[in-house]
């Protein structure tokens, strides 16, 4: 930059809103010339004096403003519009809200399920599971087991300590017993 920077260019670097290019153009024009740096730091006084001031300054209504804002506001009357949904305003609200209590209300507790037994009957299945076991004929309390203890316990010539055992299902017969 060969020229010197005018006052609205130092103002928008002084701001931060020039782009990265110009921004380091300016930045590197404001340490080489000193007419322009004197202009950039006469800006940032100005500046900085306009922003104190601005602060130390208590904005207050004067109370004739202030009592006509308040009255016009009180006297303010709503538009149609603005009146039609006030007055449908408590129709959607109170279902809404209905909708709200009934849906925690739903969800919070297990609606419909106090006292109620239950749907799946264990006796069912524990019936079932015996009348599988006593149709196994391999099973140690099956049917076949049932007879082995019986032919065992009428066989005369068979030890009676083999009969107790089986009997109380400590020794199970052996298919050889049961020829006998």
Known sequence: ?????NTA???????RE????????VLAHLEKCPSCRREY???VSLSDALKTAAAREE???PSLVAARVWEEIRNARPS???QIAAFFRPSFAVPLVAAAVL???????PFGQHGLTPK???AYYLEAHAAQQAQNPLDERGPAAAQLIEIAAQDTSAPTELADDVSQGLAAPSAFDAVR
């Open 18 to 25: 020039l782009p990265p290019e110009d921004d380091a153009l």
């Open 120 to 122: 799946i009957n264990a």
């Open 59 to 61: 904005f207050e209504f």
């Open 41 to 43: 730091e006469i800006e």
């Open 9 to 15: 260019l130092l103002i928008d670097y002084l701001r």
């Open 103 to 109: 849906a925690a209300f739903f969800f919070a507790t």
């Open 1 to 5: 930059m060969t020229e010197h920077l």
């Open 80 to 82: 149609p519009l603005a």
